[in-house]
C-alpha cells in the first residue's frame, strides 16, 4: 500500500523534474528510472506511517470510499519528490535547495497533524477526549 502516485508527485514538481530526479546514473534508463520512483513512493509511505505513529489517528491510514484524505496525499507526494531530489545529491547548500520549501511543508505537516492543528477529515480520532497528565519534567518536590 501507497498513499500516493507517480502522477501526484508529478503535479506538484513536474514530470521532466521527477524523472530527473530518479536518473541516478543519468542515462535515461526507463526502467532504473521507474523502480526509483516507486521505491522513493513506498519510503514516503514508512516514513510518513513512523512519523506519525503515535498521533491522534491510527497509521498506516486505510482507504475511505477509495481515497485517502487529501492531506495525506499532498504529504506523500511532496515527500516522493523531496527524497528523490535528495537521492540525486543535488544539494550543495541551503541556497541552491530546490526544493527547500517543500521540504519545510511536510516538516511543517508532521507537526500540524500530530500538534492538532491539522485535522484529517475522513479518518477518526483516536484519543480521548478527557484531560490527561502530560509529563513537563519539573519536579514538584
Known amino acids: 500500500m501507497v498513499y500516493s502516485v507517480k502522477a501526484d ?3 506538484i514538481f513536474g ?3 521527477v524523472s530527473k530526479w530518479a536518473d541516478l546514473n543519468n542515462d535515461a534508463d526507463s526502467t532504473e ?5 516507486t521505491w522513493s513512493i513506498q519510503e514516503a509511505y514508512d516514513q510518513i506511517n513512523a512519523r506519525l505513529y503515535g498521533c491522534r489517528y491510527t497509521v498506516p491510514f486505510t482507504l475511505v470510499s477509495a481515497a485517502y484524505d ?4 499532498t504529504l506523500s507526494a511532496r515527500l516522493v519528490g523531496v527524497l528523490l531530489y535528495d537521492n540525486r545529491k543535488l544539494i550543495d547548500t541551503e541556497e541552491v535547495d530546490e526544493v527547500l520549501n517543500h ?3 511536510v516538516e511543517r505537516t508532521y507537526a500540524d497533524i500530530h500538534g492538532g492543528r491539522l485535522s484529517l477529515l475522513v479518518y ?3 484519543a480521548v477526549d478527557y484531560p490527561q497528565a502530560i509529563a513537563s519534567g519539573i519536579s514538584c518536590t
Open 9 to 11: 508527485t508529478e503535479s
Open 15 to 17: 514530470p521532466l523534474n
Open 33 to 37: 528510472i521507474a523502480t526509483r520512483i
Open 70 to 73: 487529501p492531506i495525506i496525499v
Open 103 to 105: 521540504r519545510k511543508m
Open 124 to 126: 477518526t480520532e483516536r
